[in-house]
């Protein structure tokens, strides 16, 4: 028993050394999907929507356990409000309303590669510039039939054009084309634009998302 444990063991140590990652520059492709929602203290009843990014990104290690990772993603975030449904007598009404964001976003990854493991913690900063944002509301009558009316809204004018925040992350070199990850997002900006208002009175809403994504490098 105890030579088998430790045939055991040995096959793992051969195990982890073998998985050290590469050490030379890369480029690569990436895509992830995301749960998506607002934070802030004038946040309430909300809810999280799903999106997704895809982007490229270039690897560069500066020593073996650190690196940086500069990425330029597309990026489809929001949030909605929790739906609601108000019943009197025989008639059912329910409401769903959603805010969807569109970003080109700029993070710089700093990456930790413990004992030049192939498993990384991550964190840097991140920049965004919004292309599109549109807030959809929608109302189901219900009474024997469903009556469904729908109005999306253009309020590009009302989201500012910049934001900014930081990421938090974990990943692994499956080899060394193929990475896995998850990523935390804290928006630090307030995204409300409002020309007749000081950035003291806007409403505190920040963007937040969570994601899991799978990258290839070349």
Known sequence: MKKLFFAAAMLGVVSLSAQEKTTTPQVGIKSSINMASFNGKDVSNNDYKVGFSAGVYGHFPITEQFAVQPEVNFTRIGGKLKDEATTVGNTTIKTKNKTTLDYIQVPVMFKYYPAGSRFNIEAGPQIGYNIYA???????????????????????????????????????????????????YMGLTKISENGSESNDTKPDVKNHSFSIGVGYSF
């Open 134 to 184: 549109s807030n959809t509301a929608s109302e189901s009558v219900i009474n024997n039939t469903v009556v469904t009316s729908e109005r999306k809204t253009d309020i590009k004018d009302n989201v500012k054009d910049f934001d900014f925040g930081a990421n938090f992350g974990i990943g692994y070199n499956v080899t060394d084309n193929i990475n896995v990850g998850a990523r935390y």
